[in-house]
T-cell receptor, first 115, second 109 residues
């Protein structure tokens, strides 16, 4: 158990819909990262937040957005869903900042299926 | 651009030794990570190298050569449970992780 929690574990929805994925980082971790992993593909970095502020952006579509709240939990919002958005979405956390490097700890993921 | 290269797939025999290579070209370097990921599960941290040389952790060892932009993960006494993908990731000068596509390791009895 990494200490990172994600809800829900599974999500099935229809094209055009909007969903929200939730992540709670490990206690003490200020950085939260979101990744997308399609079937048999590598990890695609989406976005990073550090202590409530956006820190880095990867290959995140405009239909996707995220935020980190004062209690450090984070939400990833996916809208106008398409079949190709079906994937595993991982959240990871670390103590990393601009001056500290540390390993990322991953949550169990949310499996999103768009039908 | 930034690039991490790993073989897509490797096959090895139970009880043997396998070496998974990773080469990288990144904007700066603040360390290299190896993660293990079983199918459908979350990646888990295996090792971190920031200085040249070999780091040993039980059956797993990781080597780094910064001048060559090269690392490898060595797995000894392979077990069936080692069948997984192995992800190489480099932390660049902005402390951002650049991920390789992963190497799928298949262990045969």
């Amino acid at each position: 158990d990494s200490g990172v929690t994600q809800t829900p574990k599974h999500l099935i929805t229809a094209t055009g819909q909007r969903v929200t994925l939730r992540c709670s980082p490990r206690s003490g971790d200020l950085s939260v990262y979101w990744y997308q992993q399609s079937l048999d593909q590598g990890l695609q970095f989406l976005i990073q937040y550090y202590n409530g502020e956006e820190r880095a952006k990867g290959n995140i579509l405009e239909r996707f957005s995220a935020q980190q709240f004062p209690d450090l939990h984070s939400e990833l919002n996916l809208s106008s869903l398409e079949l190709g958005d079906s994937a595993l979405y991982f959240c990871a956390s670390s103590v990393a900042s601009d001056r500290v490097h540390a390993e990322q700890y991953f949550g169990p993921g949310t499996r999103l299926t768009v039908t | 651009g930034q690039n991490i290269d790993q073989p897509t797939e490797m096959t090895a025999t139970e009880g043997a030794i396998v070496q998974i290579n990773c080469t990288y070209q990144t904007s700066g370097f603040n360390g290299l990570f190896w993660y293990q990921q079983h199918a459908g599960e979350a990646p888990t941290f295996l090792s971190y190298n920031v200085l040249d040389g070999l780091e040993e952790k039980g059956r797993f060892s990781s080597f780094l050569s910064r001048s060559k932009g090269y690392s490898y993960l060595l797995l000894k006494e392979l077990q069936m449970k080692d069948s997984a993908s192995y992800l190489c990731a480099v932390m660049d000068s902005n402390y951002q992780l650049i991920w390789g596509a992963g190497t799928k390791l298949i262990i045969k009895p």
